[in-house]
């Protein structure tokens, strides 16, 4: 072999070993260069997914003027949606939070505001009670009120001592959350109940007597009035004028060991309703006790049925007082028809109350 043609062929293999290092590299690094960019693709489509999951959706205001409402993420989620009411509504700012939890469908379902206790929130009382009367069928809005804690106190109302429980600024947040549902068109507010616990309770006698065209039957625990010789403006709890205003069927509960609101104060409350009502007393059942009790629950559901919570109304229903003290009668006869006289419903006829032996 000639020496030109030895060198070519040296050439040649020290080009080759020189190219093979760097192919490998390229290759690696092409590899490398898909799998991250497929990667971050992934990861760009996981956020956005996230993101929809919890985007902001602004709901279209019914009238010219109406607050800004927004709601951030899924209301059909476990842990539901939270809403903000920010703006003016009936003449008054209104700067309030709260949760919304529907059940899965186009609807319209009937709803429910549920009112928290003092030193809970719409987040903690909401979900906790919202996610078993989802169940049911009902939408289940809360607001935050002025006696709320580890959250804004917001507007109406200065969160003071003498603005708590059944205030005027609370049962008007209470008014304002059954406007954020009018806007929701998977409800019809036809069917809106109202129920609440303890200083939530009071909100719910307070808010049934004020804005009765808003409730079509109400609930409470651990609840009630005072007597018209001890209350003074300002008190956290209702006034008996209140209760005498309530239009719509009411049903309360309440534990004989409640040491924090007496089961006086619902005993006083059902001697001074003329609404369609009935109560319950629970021996042994203390104040935070009755509040998630089932059979508790399982009552208030019931009552929900019987005013028409569950069923197409063509119209909203008025009860005269003449026809509410005769479905009181019939309904605490027909309990003891089905041989539950433990059970016995307190009724418009001022019935003695009596016990439940839970």
Not at 83 to 92: C, P, Q, R
Not at 161 to 189: C, I, K
Request: proline share 6%; charged share 15%.
């Amino acid at each position: 072999m000639t020496g030109p043609t030895r060198s070519l062929k040296r050439r040649r293999s020290s080009v080759i070993a020189a190219l093979e290092p760097r192919s490998v590299l390229a290759v690696v690094q092409w590899i490398v260069a898909r799998v991250l960019r497929t990667a971050l693709i992934a990861s760009l489509l996981c956020a956005l997914a996230a993101c929809h999951r919890h985007s902001i959706i602004l709901v279209p205001a019914s009238a010219p003027g109406d607050p800004a409402l927004s709601i951030a993420g899924d209301p059909e989620s476990a842990s539901g949606a939270t809403w903000t009411l920010v703006g003016t509504l009936d003449g008054k700012t209104v700067d309030l939070q709260g949760i919304l939890l529907k059940p899965r469908g186009r609807g319209p379902f009937p709803a429910v505001v549920l009112s928290h206790g003092a030193g809970s929130n719409a987040q903690s009382y909401g979900r906790e009670l919202g996610s078993v009367m989802r169940t049911w069928g009902l939408v289940c809005i809360a607001v935050n009120y002025s006696h709320s804690r580890g959250v804004p106190h917001g507007a109406p109302g200065t969160g003071t001592l003498l603005e708590q429980g059944a205030s005027p600024a609370n049962a008007f947040r209470a008014h304002a959350a059954v406007t954020v549902l009018a806007r929701l068109r998977y409800v019809d507010v036809r069917r809106v109940a109202a129920h609440g616990h303890s200083m939530g309770a009071f909100v719910t006698t307070a808010f049934a007597a004020d804005y009765p065209n808003d409730v079509r039957v109400a609930s409470h625990t651990s609840g009630g009035v005072l007597l018209d010789a001890i209350h003074r403006e300002g008190m956290p709890f209702p006034s008996v004028a209140q209760a005498r205003r309530i239009e719509a069927p009411y049903q309360w509960h309440h534990g004989l060991l409640d040491f924090v609101v007496p089961f006086l104060l619902d005993e006083r409350f059902d001697s001074v309703l003329t609404a369609p009502h009935e109560g319950y007393l629970y021996r042994g059942r203390r104040h935070a006790e009755v509040a998630t009790d089932p059979e508790v629950l399982s009552r208030v559901r019931a009552w929900y049925t019987a005013h028409g919570m569950f069923s197409q109304p063509s119209a909203r229903r008025h009860v005269s007082v003449s026809a509410t003290q005769s479905l009181g009668l019939a309904r605490v006869r027909s309990r003891r028809g089905a041989g539950t006289p433990q059970h016995e419903a307190v009724s418009t006829a001022r019935r003695p109350i009596s016990a439940t032996s839970a």
